[in-house]
């Protein structure tokens, strides 16, 4: 049974920084891309990060380019989102996914598993 467990979350004031982590177990984690979700209340879920298996392809949502860093630890089976310069704009539920396959999908439909969010808010 696959489970990931995000932590990291938290308030913020706008400017400052948070890394998420999302710890995976349950099948071979190097095998698979992960993704960073998130949801705002009344807005859809968006992708805003995703790591192929080997951590060698990324993508970013145009809204955190150059502010997100998604990177991957296969030898620890976690997943990191080093969010920089946060806007009131990035206050949302984070949540971590796991793919499909091992290339990376900004398409929520191809992730299998997904952990239970964590709230990142950030204050102006």
């Known amino acids: 049974q696959v489970q990931l467990v995000e932590s990291g979350g938290g308030l913020v004031q706008a400017g400052g920084s948070l890394r998420l982590s999302c710890a995976a177990s349950g099948r071979t984690f190097s095998q698979y891309s992960m993704g960073w979700f998130r949801q705002a209340p009344g807005k859809e879920r968006e992708c805003v990060a995703a790591i192929s298996y080997s951590g060698r392809s990324t993508y970013y949502a145009d809204s955190v380019k150059g502010r997100f860093t998604v990177s991957r630890d296969n030898a620890k089976n976690t997943v990191y989102l080093q969010m920089n310069s946060l806007k009131p704009e990035d206050t949302a539920v984070y949540y971590c996914?796991?793919?499909?396959?091992?290339?990376?999908?900004?398409?929520?439909?191809?992730?299998?598993?997904w952990g239970r969010g964590t709230q990142v808010t950030v204050s102006s």
């Open positions: 996914a796991q793919g499909r396959y091992g290339r990376m999908s900004a398409d929520h439909t191809e992730y299998d598993y």
